[in-house]
């Protein structure tokens, strides 16, 4: 009789469950054993954000890129040792894994080491994004975020650009939206 007498209740009640019942199906389901930097982003259907990872060691390095305000997050996690794990990091929403080659991961670790990148994070630029729907693109490192973004007119700082073109050429991330 309740079915009959309120019938507009029952489909909200109902999604609401479903929404809840998957939510929670994604939250357990995790493994972060091989993520130990950034986890993957939520899909786009699901709706709830991606954890953003907020610290990194000394010689790792975490790209984060979204290609306008309602893009999934890409992200791609370097360990010290050159091996990285990229997550939908050309928006195709493939998740891929793979290791620098020996000279790229000494050229990021110099990189990486350069006492001027802590001159480039945006606390020390007060970097503020500038363009809509352009590729943001944001590095965490040891010395903070350094955010940037594929506009025109807009420079890269020097150290992060360069880890940043080191990152793109040897991975799936991009450096163009």
Do not use: N
Not at 20 to 45: I, M
Not at 124 to 134: E, G, L
């Amino acid at each position: 009789m309740l079915y009959r007498a309120h019938p507009r209740l029952l489909t909200p009640l109902l999604a609401v469950v479903l929404a809840a019942a998957l939510a929670g199906c994604s939250l357990f389901g995790r493994d972060d054993a091989d993520t130990p930097v950034a986890q993957p982003p939520a899909g786009s259907a699901g709706g709830s954000a991606p954890e953003i990872p907020t610290t990194v060691a000394v010689g790792q390095v975490s790209l984060i890129q979204r290609l306008g305000a309602d893009a999934p997050l890409r992200t791609l996690s370097v360990e010290r040792d050159g091996s990285w794990q990229c997550l939908d990091c050309a928006g195709d929403g493939v998740t891929s894994r793979g290791r620098l080659a020996p000279e790229q991961t000494e050229r990021l670790q110099v990189l990486l080491a350069d006492p001027r990148l802590a001159e480039e994070t945006d606390q020390v630029r007060r970097y503020r994004t500038t363009c809509i729907d352009a590729l943001t693109s944001s590095l965490l490192t040891s010395s903070g975020l350094i955010t940037s973004q594929d506009c025109p007119g807009e420079e890269r700082p020097t150290v992060a650009g360069e880890i940043l073109l080191l990152l793109t050429q040897a991975t799936p991330a991009e450096v163009k939206g």
